[in-house]
């Protein structure tokens, strides 16, 4: 009666929870493949902005503009880093805190 109906449901959402979780992981690891290659791409041009800087003997004025825009592109990989970290955290405190649900709801029907 109404408490197979309730048990079909709550089946019923726990496999979408389920399933948006999955989604969310597959969306962090894609995530992370782009940061790494942004952060490769990002420190490449970086490298090459600094050879170019040595080689031109800028003026101090124009050295020192290209030499914070390497330092801006640095601190902009470091966010991006502490924010990947971030939320992974969030991340797996939410899978933790539905896992820990799961087995609540479970045993709540046996």
Known sequence: ????????????MTRALEDSVRQTDAQLESLKVEMAETATVRERAVVELEELIDQAGLEQTRKEEAEDRVMELR????????ELEELEGAVQKAREAYDAAAVKLVTAHQ
């Open 1 to 12: 009666g109404p408490h197979l109906e309730l048990l079909a449901r709550l089946g019923e």
């Open 75 to 82: 601190e902009g990989a470091a966010r991006m880093a502490l």
